[in-house]
Every structure is written in C-alpha cells, then in structure tokens.
T-cell receptor
C-alpha cells in the first residue's frame, strides 16, 4: 500500500513554543491531506482538510490561527501548533488520499505525540 | 456531530472465538470503511464497503452494511492475539464534502 510518513513521532516542548509536524506522501501525490487529533482512548477527530496550493478548510471549533496548515507541494503538508499549551497535548495523525476526493481508502501516518509541559 | 457510534466500546474474547463489532451512522453515505489502530500507532485500512453493497469479505474479515438501518458490522473470525487493537468505522459523506468521519471505536482484546 501507499506510504505516508509523519515526523516527528514524539515531541516535548515548553508552553508557549510552536511545534511543526510534517506529513509526507512517499510514493504518490496527495492533493488532499487530512489532519486528525486523538485524545487517549478516544476516536479521531477531524481538524482540517489540507488542499495543495490553497487554504486549508478547518472543522468547526478548530482555531485556524492556532493550528496552521500549509500544503505547499503534492507530497508535503505541515501542521504547526502555535504557542502550544498543555491542553494541546495530544496525538496528531495525518492522512492522505490519492487524487482529490475521498472515494477510497486513506493512508495514515504513524502519528505524532505532542506533550506540552 | 456526524460522528458515528460503535458498540461495544470494549470487547474481550478468547483466541479462536469470533468478534463482532457494530457501527451506526447518521446520514446517507458514499461508502463505509473499517480501520484498525494498534495502541499509539497510525491507522491501517481494513476494508471498504460501498453504499450499494450489502456484504464484503476479506480474509477473516466480514463486513455487512444495512443502509436502511444506517448500520454496519465487522466480524473477525477465528481471532488471534495479534488482532488485539482498536477498530474504527469511518464514513464518507456525500454532497459537497468528502471527509472521512470516524466512529467512536471498539477496543478489542483477544486473550491467548
């Protein structure tokens, strides 16, 4: 299957700093990528849809100035958690679909665990 | 919220037994997918069933879809300890959006 790489897998930062998480599709072009957030023992909650060459579409309740998404190329999307606080600690997972629409399976990265002290 | 619900939330069985997980969703869908997540890892796609399909098989997995009841089930036959994981259903909604929305998940523990 297709491979999506996510980096870093774990990051610990101090409150007030910004953290960037990268999501790369290694063997296919992904015009659309999705960012999810998962709290312990809970499901994945969609944060935003990242579209190559255009602005991301955020879900209701997700602060776009807090979670900056950049999809500058067909193989890379980044999520930057700005001025991180302890409540931002979570497991962030990206996924990508072949083509532009989710008509088939998504390919997921291994996730990034963010801990804000 | 469009998020679907799964039951049971947790399921513990012995190796060799079958495991059945159910998923209910709220609006019309294009397709429904099942994913598996090992603890602290990303998700792995298991199977996709389209809205015009009623049943699908893949190895030890059997998925059914009842669009009239807005529900789906995942059956894992002859379970193994390695099947221990969380299982999520996810639906793609039609219309202008093509987002994959995940259900609440079932935590399956298979005891050796």
């Amino acid at each position: 299957g297709a491979v999506v790489s996510q980096h870093p897998s774990r990051v610990i930062c101090k409150s007030g700093t910004s953290v960037k998480i990268e999501c790369r599709s290694l063997d296919f072009q992904a015009t659309t990528m999705f960012w999810y957030r998962q709290f312990p023992k809970q499901s994945l909650m969609l944060m935003a849809t990242s579209n190559e060459g255009s602005k991301a579409t955020y879900e209701q309740g997700v602060e776009k100035d807090k979670f900056l998404i950049n999809h500058a190329s067909l193989t890379l999307s980044t999520l930057t958690v700005t001025s991180a606080h302890p409540e931002d600690s979570s497991f962030y997972i990206c996924s990508a679909s072949r083509g532009g629409a989710v008509t088939g399976e998504l390919f997921f990265g291994e996730g990034s665990r963010l801990t804000v002290l | 919220s469009q998020q679907g619900e799964e039951d049971p939330q947790a399921l513990s069985i012995q190796e060799g037994e079958n495991a059945t997980m159910n998923c209910s969703y709220k609006t019309s869908i294009n397709n429904l997918q099942w994913y598996r997540q090992n603890s602290g890892r990303g998700l792995v796609h298991l199977i996709l069933i389209r809205s015009n399909e009623r049943e699908k098989h893949s190895g030890r997995l059997r998925v059914t879809l009842d669009t009239s009841k807005k529900s789906s089930s995942l059956l894992i036959t002859a379970s193994r300890a390695a099947d221990t994981a969380s299982y999520f259903c996810a639906t793609v909604y039609g219309g202008a959006t093509n987002k994959l929305i995940f259900g609440t998940g079932t935590l399956l523990a298979v005891q050796p």
